[in-house]
């Protein structure tokens, strides 16, 4: 029998797709209607999609962006909640893996614990292990910091929480940048923390960048500009994303402005718009790249190519005082390893 398909924008589900959806909630003794069959079933492709081409866990508000931009569902409070309900559920019977979404909202913390265990190892252990340490290091362990005598401090300021845990991959592992969440408006202390960083950049000769994402509403353009008068006179404030040519350029679906807001009629004058958007409607990738563009634009590829020079040549260095070390310790570690070590010194 040929496959059927069940197309919904430039998502392609198979009805084998919907029927093994169908039999998972069945063997949770519970029954659904096609149309919910449908909507779980994107929601299992997408988030499937992202975790194996990109690793990226997305939130449940970016999950939601990606059905209505692929015209799975309509974009409305109502269809918002029924999502969401649906999604819940579909979570707690385990027909959604947990271990696919992103929640910046949490933390745990682990008790700290000990540097050594002294319960679980004798003094001549505890010698050995410090010795490995020193004498197994491989060049991947030392380098000079990315931003080592660049021109620039460059800090990435993201409006939300929940969006941290894909871009701080980049930010850190890949651009070795800050990643700073501003979860709003910012408190006075958070500002007075920011611009000891900016002055510190100063004084090493840096000029120092601030390069916001946020919301594209009457808060999200308000809090940029707030920071842009506060920490202005020490570091140049750029707003990135979202950007109203954003949201014509990648067709996203807007959300109504909030007409409680105090800044509501401003932002209505300025864009002639009932209408906001928020940064999570931005597709991941499109949001990655943004991010990497903004930061790349701000780093001298030509003095990073010769602080890599200088790092090989401190290596070779290395290499060759770490040899000598370990001839020097094959005698120490054989006297730890004898049954009884004098210890008449």
Not at 276 to 290: F, G, M, Q, S, Y
Request: hydrophobic share 35%.
């Amino acid at each position: 029998m040929g496959t059927s398909w069940v197309k919904l924008a430039d998502l392609e589900i198979t009805n084998e797709e919907i029927e093994e959806v169908r039999r998972l909630y069945k063997k949770a003794g519970v029954e659904k209607q096609p149309h919910t069959l449908k909507l779980i079933t994107a929601v299992k492709k997408i988030l499937e999609e992202y975790d194996r081409q990109y690793h990226i866990k997305l939130t449940v508000r970016q999950l939601y962006y990606q059905l209505v931009t692929r015209g799975v569902i309509e974009n409305s409070p109502k269809a918002y909640k029924n999502f969401d309900d649906h999604l819940s559920q579909a979570r707690a019977l385990g027909i959604i893996d947990w271990r696919y979404f992103e929640d910046r909202g949490r933390t745990f913390e682990r008790p700290r614990k000990p540097l050594v265990d002294i319960t679980k190892i004798t003094p001549q252990e505890e010698i050995k292990s410090k010795l490995e340490y020193v004498t197994s290091f491989r060049e991947h362990h030392y380098g000079i910091p990315k931003w080592y005598r660049q021109p620039n401090y460059v800090e990435v300021w993201v409006e939300k929480d929940a969006l941290a845990g894909f871009l701080s991959k980049v930010t850190g592992e890949e651009l070795g940048v800050p990643l700073v969440v501003s979860r709003g408006y910012t408190s006075v202390t958070f500002k007075f923390e920011a611009r000891e960083r900016f002055e510190r950049a100063r004084a090493e000769g840096k000029t120092p960048y601030l390069l916001y994402f946020g919301d594209l509403d009457p808060s999200g353009e308000n809090i940029c500009e707030v920071l842009e008068k506060e920490l202005g006179d020490i570091a140049i404030v750029k707003r990135v994303a979202l950007l109203p040519h954003h949201v014509y350029e990648y067709d996203l679906p807007p959300c109504p402005v909030k007409r409680t807001d105090s800044r509501a009629k401003r932002y209505i004058r300025k864009h002639r718009t009932f209408d906001a958007w928020e940064l999570d409607a931005l597709p991941p990738l499109v949001l990655i790249e943004l991010v990497r563009e903004s930061v790349q634009k701000l780093f001298n590829t030509r003095i990073y190519e010769q602080n890599l020079r200088y790092q090989r040549y401190w290596l070779a260095e290395y290499s060759k005082l770490l040899e000598t070390i370990r001839k020097h310790t094959t005698s120490l570690e054989g006297y730890l390893d004898s049954d009884n070590p004098d210890e008449s010194g």
